[in-house]
């Protein structure tokens, strides 16, 4: 028992450190009283019934009142993650207690760290006599702002109880929006600026990506801001907390990443207060967006790849440009260094398992053929080339009508991405590689024989991967399935890092780099095994290349020229002229 304990505990502590303690300090917990026994069901009927009955699959925030008696929470968590995967619409549950001895019971007996690790859920914790619900909101209002439906996590939940929890919810929300709408409505007359100089980063998400570019625009002169949400609130507030930042600052752009207004906020806003919005996909935009109303409010969309900007094209009638990720790193952090300097070759990524065997999962409960269909799929498609995979899949699955978006498409090209890494890799098994990602690389019934080239860690972003790309001899990429016509970070990261880099061919290569010169490609396994084999007895070409290509990606692929593109294609559209290019 103590060990399930334990292990809670020490989770609550990571995200909630004062109630991981508090609960940590009680007397041991005895077992509540069974209130259930006069209804002649078991705990888990209960929690069965009270789904069934209460369950609305559209709702945003569920919130279960004394839950820790109950599988009730358990039950809800596993519906709206099957939910999610169906339609994303950012459900999230809340679960209420001020029982906390009946807490500490139930965390002796069972595993939660799946609901206290989860974005999804937020466990909110007090004494009886102290009104935990009304307490939380008072210091953030913005979670009472969704649509809601509330949960009697035992039978102790009277009509009573729910009614009042319902009520101060409710009272809360119109506040919230009472309050919202006349602070809106006080700005609402301005205009949108013509040449946006105050830009916000709204979505977590590629953290280092969104500080080199908030670092390139202050560079340009431009006040720049990532807005830091504190996990697990994030989920919860993020649809409407952001208006507080912009009462506070006026920002006069708004950037998503990988996100729209429309999905974003959920709610109108963002369209009438004076800001523009940019949506800027750095991962297949295939995976966020499949509908016109999907990305309304934008005032422009950026794309990494322009493989994918007809398929944008067709969904808004706002400018859609091609705005390529950078190096990110700080080349002036990439000296070698000892531990790193008897590599000869040296791969950086995941094996993407992660990415795909929890959806894979889930898939399987909500449509199975469908998943067969799915590796059907991937058996018959050559995953190790270059290939446009979306426009393949999406053709391939609309014949047996079905859409290709979603988490469908997170599902089928991180799994290709698996599939193509290994096949690649395995080449060099033999060979010195080291690589260097999360611990399902020492999985080996998911890396075969690369297990054992597994270096045991990942790096840290900033202060080791540039060292280790200028330390090893070679640096292997192998892209993701999404990239098609364009690199990925990898690319322009170990090149201005002085590294020497070993590509798999994208065609987008070529727009920015001499292959040959600033680095060099492969196209099949053998291809790659000889090439390696090639540079590591040729150290004078691989030096010469790697500097090459290092003066090549300082010169003109940082995140200030990506920015510019932005920047650009902002005040052509305000001035209504395709030609207007802002001095630096």
Same mark, same amino acid.
Request: glycine residues 6%; proline residues 5%.
């Given at each position: 028992m103590t060990g399930y304990l334990d292990a809670n505990l020490a989770g609550l502590e990571s995200i909630y450190p004062w109630l991981g303690r508090w609960l940590h300090s009680l007397p041991p917990a005895?077992?509540?009283?069974? %209130?259930?026994?006069?209804?002649?069901?078991?705990?888990?009927?209960?929690?069965?019934?009270?789904?069934?009955?209460? &369950?609305?699959? %559209?709702?945003?925030l569920h919130v279960v009142d004394r839950f820790a008696s109950t599988p009730l929470a358990k039950f809800l968590f596993d519906r709206l993650n099957l939910a999610e995967l169906h339609e994303e619409r950012n459900r999230r549950l809340l679960l209420l207690?001020?029982?906390?001895?009946?807490?500490?019971?139930?965390?002796? $007996?069972?595993? &939660?760290?799946?609901?206290?690790?989860?974005?999804?859920?937020?466990?909110? =914790? %007090?004494?009886?006599?102290?009104?935990?619900?009304?307490?939380?909101?008072?210091?953030?209002?913005?979670?009472?702002?969704?649509?809601?439906?509330?949960?009697?996590?035992?039978?102790?939940?009277?009509?009573?109880?729910?009614? @009042?929890?319902?009520?101060?919810?409710?009272?809360?929300?119109?506040? /919230?929006?009472? @309050?919202?709408? +006349?602070q809106i409505r006080q700005v609402q007359p301005h205009k949108k600026p013509p040449y946006p100089?105050?830009?916000?980063?709204f979505v977590p998400g590629h953290n280092y990506l969104q500080d080199a570019s908030v670092t390139a625009l202050r560079k340009l002169g431009y006040d720049a801001e990532r807005l830091k949400w504190k996990s697990p609130l994030y989920r919860f507030v993020s649809p409407t907390a952001w208006i507080k930042e912009y009462l506070i600052s006026r920002m006069d752009a708004a950037v998503f990443l990988n996100s729209t207004p429309a999905r974003f906020t959920r709610n109108d806003y963002l369209r009438r207060l004076p800001v523009r919005a940019v949506a800027w996909f750095v991962d297949n935009p295939r995976r966020y967006v499949h509908r016109a109303q999907d990305l309304e409010g934008c005032d422009l969309v950026g794309v990494f790849d322009p493989a994918y900007?007809?398929?944008?094209?067709?969904?808004?009638? =706002?400018?859609?440009?091609?705005?390529? /990720?950078?190096?990110?790193?700080?080349?002036?952090?990439?000296?070698?260094?000892?531990?790193?300097?008897?590599?000869?070759?040296? *791969? =950086?990524?995941?094996?993407?398992?992660?990415?795909?065997?929890?959806?894979?999962?889930?898939f399987q409960q909500l449509a199975p053929d469908r998943v067969a269909a799915a590796n059907i799929f991937l058996k018959e498609t050559d995953v190790t080339q270059p290939i446009f995979f979306s426009d393949v899949a999406e053709k391939w699955f609309a014949a047996r009508g079905d859409?290709?978006?979603?988490? &469908?498409? +997170?599902?089928?090209?991180?799994?290709? /991405?698996?599939? $193509?890494? $290994?096949?690649?890799?395995?080449?060099?098994? %033999?060979?010195?590689?080291?690589? *260097?990602?999360?611990?399902? &690389?020492?999985?080996?019934?998911?890396?075969?024989?690369?297990?054992?080239?597994?270096?045991?860690?990942?790096?840290?972003?900033?202060?080791?991967?540039?060292?280790?790309?200028?330390?090893?001899?070679?640096?292997?990429?192998?892209?993701?399935?999404?990239c098609v016509a364009a690199p990925n970070p990898r690319v322009y990261d170990v090149l201005a890092s002085g590294g020497f880099l070993l590509t798999q061919y994208n065609p987008g290569l070529e727009d920015e780099f001499e292959i040959g010169t600033d680095l060099d490609v492969f196209h099949t396994r053998e291809e790659l095994r000889e090439k390696a084999e090639y540079y590591l007895a040729h150290e004078d070409e691989r030096r010469r290349i790697a500097r090459w290509g290092r003066e090549r990606v300082l010169a003109k692929c940082g995140y200030g020229d990506r920015m510019q593109s932005f920047l650009t294609a902002l005040s052509a559209r305000a001035a209504g002229d395709a030609y207007v290019y802002l001095c630096r």
């Open positions: 005895v077992p509540p009283q069974d %209130d259930l026994s006069s209804s002649g069901m078991t705990p888990t009927e209960y929690a069965a019934r009270q789904l069934e009955q209460r &369950w609305l699959p %559209d709702i945003e207690e001020d029982r906390p001895e009946i807490l500490r019971w139930a965390l002796e $007996r069972e595993d &939660w760290r799946t609901l206290i690790l989860s974005e999804c859920c937020l466990f909110a =914790v %007090d004494q009886p006599e102290r009104n935990v619900l009304s307490r939380l909101l008072h210091r953030y209002p913005f979670i009472s702002h969704a649509s809601f439906q509330v949960y009697a996590g035992d039978v102790s939940g009277t009509d009573e109880r729910i009614a @009042s929890v319902v009520q101060i919810l409710s009272q809360v929300r119109e506040q /919230t929006a009472r @309050s919202l709408g +006349e100089n105050t830009f916000r980063f900007i007809p398929y944008l094209k067709s969904l808004t009638p =706002v400018p859609v440009i091609e705005a390529r /990720t950078a190096y990110g790193i700080d080349p002036a952090r990439s000296g070698t260094k000892p531990n790193f300097t008897g590599i000869d070759i040296a *791969f =950086v990524g995941e094996l993407g398992t992660r990415g795909f065997l929890a959806l894979e999962q889930g859409g290709y978006h979603g988490n &469908w498409v +997170e599902f089928l090209e991180n799994k290709a /991405t698996t599939l $193509r890494r $290994r096949y690649f890799l395995e080449a060099l098994a %033999d060979r010195g590689l080291v690589v *260097f990602g999360d611990d399902e &690389w020492a999985n080996s019934a998911f890396a075969g024989p690369l297990a054992n080239c597994y270096a045991g860690k990942r790096l840290d972003y900033f202060t080791e991967l540039p060292s280790l790309y200028a330390s090893a001899r070679i640096n292997i990429n192998i892209f993701h399935a999404q």
